[in-house]
């Protein structure tokens, strides 16, 4: 196991004097904090709290081929094509909100569901979170799509997904780390993730209601 990497002895440099919820909605929630810098500084940060989990998966069929879903994006005006994707609830693990969404979305089951790795997808302004899997062995199911959501699903081959992030084609976040994850899996190079962080896949942040 490595070593840990170092931490400062007192490594927040920052004093809030104040709180303020600018905003709140079922999926996020918006702040602003008055800091004091140790060095001097006076400031305003702006926080934005993720209600929910991002969760990706990165499924794989049996011809090679990567399912990918395409839809608008409301934030950027334009069509993108994405992994099956959702936001699971803090009563949901991810493994749950996923298998959920690639049934929803794609009308699809995996027998072989693998944990590639966390991340913190925008860390300077959000606290969201980030957990992706490989799913194979795929079959179909039955599910149904939110009705507000139109979207298409398609399979690509693999090493060309790879080609169409290279060229700017595949740009959302979620897809780009879960691809190349994949790849470096499949190749031998991703090692194991921890217990501990494994344990993370498959459980809730908080007790269902």
């Known amino acids: 196991m490595l070593t840990p ?7 927040n440099p920052y004093q809030t004097i104040k709180t303020s919820e600018i905003y709140a909605s079922p999926w996020i929630t918006v702040r602003e904090d008055a800091f004091r810098h140790r060095q001097g500084a ?3 940060y702006s926080v934005v709290s993720i209600k929910h989990q991002a ?13 990918l879903v395409g839809q608008w994006r409301y934030p950027l005006e334009e069509y993108s094509w994405e992994i099956p994707e959702g936001g699971g609830g803090l009563d949901e693990s991810p493994i749950e ?10 009308q699809l089951e995996a ?13 300077s302004k ?16 039955s599910g149904e799509s939110e009705s507000d959501e139109e979207l298409m699903v398609r ?5 060309e997904c790879l ?11 979620l897809t780009v780390t879960g691809i190349f994850m994949a790849h470096a899996y499949r190749k031998g190079l991703l090692p194991t993730l921890s217990d501990e962080l494994q344990q993370r896949f498959f459980t809730t942040r908080v007790s269902p209601a």
Request: net charge negative.
């Open 126 to 141: 959000t606290d969201e979170e980030a957990f992706l899997f490989l799913a194979e062995d795929l079959s179909p199911c």
């Open 97 to 106: 909100c996923m298998k959920r969404e690639l049934a929803e979305e794609c």
């Open 155 to 159: 399979r690509e081959p693999f090493s």
């Open 55 to 67: 969760c990706g998966v990165v499924a794989i069929d049996d011809d090679d081929r990567l399912v």
């Open 42 to 44: 006076q400031g305003i």
């Open 5 to 11: 990497l170092p931490i400062p002895e007192n490594p």
């Open 111 to 123: 027998r072989c569901w693998i944990p590639l790795g966390y991340y913190r997808p925008s860390n």
């Open 163 to 173: 080609e169409r992030i290279s060229s700017g084609e595949l740009t959302d976040g």
